[in-house]
């Protein structure tokens, strides 16, 4: 029986470290234990050269810049009319009653920093303070809320993935200071049939923190309901006008 054992796992190494050769073109076959260094050694693929921004929030050169504070060329309004909300001193700002906004371009699998700022003046509480939200795909809300001294549901406070996950900790800053999110994002996978064959995939930085770690996307972040599994393809990234005066600046994307 030991050996009917031993004699499946060497198969299933072998078989997995031929698929490891022909995926990534590994130099050697490693049937056997290594004996030499070079044998772990691979030289294929060569990693693209991206110049890194001059700090981590600036864009790297590969990076689609969606809003650098000067225009909205990369935004409309998410029911297609022309962009209304306020841009100014660097940063867009939500018009209450306009509507949410989004990307003209869809996107899939990415890299995304964003930052944002809640009103200095603080008024409302709970979920009426400073509230907004990014959507990945339209459908799938990560939360941005003034959750400095303000206390909501857990899984709706800023950093949560909306009513679904909460934050691993409250990183928050203070009404009126600027903010960042630096998302990785992993689109959810549907088959011919519409079928979800994987879910999506956040893992979220909030000021640099750690907040979300590769957490599941259970579906489309409802307000009221079960999450939503429909079929779908790339997306833009949509931001919320939830009636708070939330500001955004130094938007970029990189395609994964
Ligand atoms: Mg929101």
Not at 6 to 23: D, K, P
Not at 127 to 142: D, K, P, T, V, W
Request: proline share 6%; hydrophobic share 35%; aromatic share 10%.
């Amino acid at each position: 029986m030991k050996s009917v054992k031993l004699t499946f796992l060497s198969i299933a190494l072998i078989a997995a470290m031929s698929a490891c050769n022909s995926s990534k073109k590994m130099s050697a076959p490693a049937t056997a234990e290594p004996t030499k260094p070079e044998e772990t050694e691979f030289w294929e693929p060569v990693p693209a050269i991206v110049k890194p921004g001059m700090t981590p929030s600036d864009a790297p050169s590969d990076a689609i810049v969606l809003f650098d504070g000067k225009g909205s060329g990369e935004w409309e309004q998410a029911d297609g009319k022309d962009f209304a909300w306020t841009i100014a001193d660097g940063a867009m700002t939500v018009k209450p009653k306009t509507g949410d906004v989004h990307t003209k371009r869809s996107f899939g699998d990415c890299q995304l920093h964003i930052e944002w700022r809640t009103p200095a003046e603080v008024s409302g509480t709970s979920q009426g303070r400073g509230n907004s939200g990014i959507f990945l795909q339209e459908r799938y809300e990560l939360q941005v809320l003034d959750n400095y001294d303000n206390r909501t549901y857990s899984n709706g406070q800023a950093s949560s993935i909306y009513k679904q996950s909460v934050p691993l900790v409250n990183a928050c800053k203070g009404p009126g200071d600027w903010q960042t999110y630096d998302v990785v994002y992993k689109a959810p996978v549907f088959d011919a049939s519409g079928n979800r064959t994987s879910p999506g995939y956040i893992t979220v930085f909030h000021n640099g923190v750690l907040t979300q770690n590769h957490t599941e996307i259970k579906g489309t972040t409802e307000y009221i309901g079960w999450p939503k599994n429909i079929a779908h393809g790339e997306a833009p990234i949509k931001l919320q006008d939830h009636g708070n005066l939330v500001s955004y600046r130094n938007i970029w994307i990189r395609r994964l």
